[in-house]
C-alpha cells in the first residue's frame, strides 16, 4: 500500500473510532471520580472532535478529511455515553 492509500481518510476511520470511544471513557471515568451523574445528551463537540482528531493523527491532512474523521469520532464518543448515560429528566 502506498504513503497516500495509507493515509486516506478511510483508511483512518479505525483510528477516528477509536479516539472518539476513548473520549467517551475519559469523559465518563472522569465524572464518575467526581462522583458525578451521567446523565444527558453526550456532551461534546465537533470542534472537540477534530482537535482530538489532530493530536492522534500526525499527518497532514485537509480539512474535508479532518471533518470526516472528526465526524466519526463524534459518533463513536456519542455512541460510547449513549450506552451508559442516564436519560435527562428535567424539562
Known amino acids: 500500500m502506498d504513503a497516500a492509500a495509507e493515509l486516506a481518510p478511510s483508511a483512518l476511520?479505525?483510528?477516528a473510532t477509536a479516539v472518539g470511544e476513548a473520549w467517551a471513557n475519559e469523559l465518563v471515568?472522569?465524572?464518575r471520580s467526581?462522583?458525578?451523574e451521567i446523565i444527558?445528551?453526550?456532551p461534546g463537540t465537533l470542534g472537540e472532535a477534530r482537535m482530538r482528531i489532530r493530536?492522534?493523527?500526525r499527518h497532514r491532512?485537509?480539512?474535508p478529511e479532518i471533518q470526516e474523521l472528526a465526524?466519526?469520532?463524534y459518533v463513536a464518543a456519542r455512541r460510547g455515553w449513549q450506552e451508559v448515560a442516564q436519560?435527562?429528566?428535567e424539562p
Open 55 to 57: 493530536l492522534a493523527v
Open 40 to 42: 444527558g445528551a453526550w
Open 34 to 36: 467526581e462522583d458525578r
Open 61 to 63: 491532512l485537509e480539512l
Open 29 to 31: 471515568r472522569a465524572l
Open 13 to 15: 476511520l479505525p483510528i
Open 87 to 89: 436519560p435527562d429528566l
Open 71 to 73: 465526524r466519526a469520532a
